[in-house]
């Protein structure tokens, strides 16, 4: 019964910290690096026969290079609605429209602009750091519930000490991420 406990306690907690490694991954993404990624469109909303839908609902988006988004809408009509939307979004770019596609091209990044991607990248990696140590400490504070509802001491300091291990080896795996984001952002 008390292994059982225990054993939740560890696939809760790891569950929770590989979605906290997703969602910097996800975050990361969103970071443009100078390439051209669909992903950087992805938060756009565009305003669709009165109501707000996301970009990708109204169109396809491609990269046929390294320095250009094109945007194919579904609808000729969704053209103008869709060029509005990515100037509204303030991304920096120049949307060209052609009557049938959007095209954008990704311009380079400048040292400063650089460094500020930097910058946020390591912060949503500090983000996802205090989250992994909240989930440390609630994963302890309910071992230390479980010893008080008896399960012996020394199962709870090997939990523990397991936990520890995981919070140490997501850590690295968040540092690993940011260093591959930051060699990324920097690469010219």
């Not at 954008?104 to 650089?114: G, K």
């Not at 080896?169 to 930051?182: G, R």
Request: aromatic share 4%; proline share 5%; charged share 30%.
């Amino acid at each position: 019964m008390s292994t059982e406990k225990i054993k939740v306690c560890l696939d809760t907690t790891e569950n929770e910290m590989k979605k906290s490694i997703n969602h910097l991954e996800s975050e990361l993404i969103k970071i443009r690096a100078g390439k051209a990624n669909p992903a950087i469109l992805e938060n756009i909303q565009v305003e669709y026969y009165g109501s707000y839908v996301p970009l990708n609902n109204v169109g396809s988006i491609s990269t046929p290079d390294a320095r250009t988004l094109v945007i194919q809408p579904w609808e000729k009509a969704s053209i103008t609605p869709i060029e509005k939307a990515i100037l509204a979004a303030n991304l920096g770019f120049n949307p060209q429209n052609d009557g049938v596609l959007i095209r954008i091209m990704v311009p380079p990044l400048t040292e400063e602009r650089r460094k500020e991607l930097v910058k946020k990248a390591k912060n949503e990696a500090e983000q996802c750091k205090v989250t992994l140590r909240n989930l440390r400490r609630d994963a302890n504070e309910t071992l230390k519930k479980l010893n008080k509802e008896g399960v012996p001491e020394d199962m709870i300091k090997s939990t523990e000490a397991k936990v520890q291990t995981m919070t140490d080896s997501y850590v690295a795996k968040v540092d690993k991420h940011v260093e591959q984001k930051e060699k990324e952002i920097m690469t010219i």
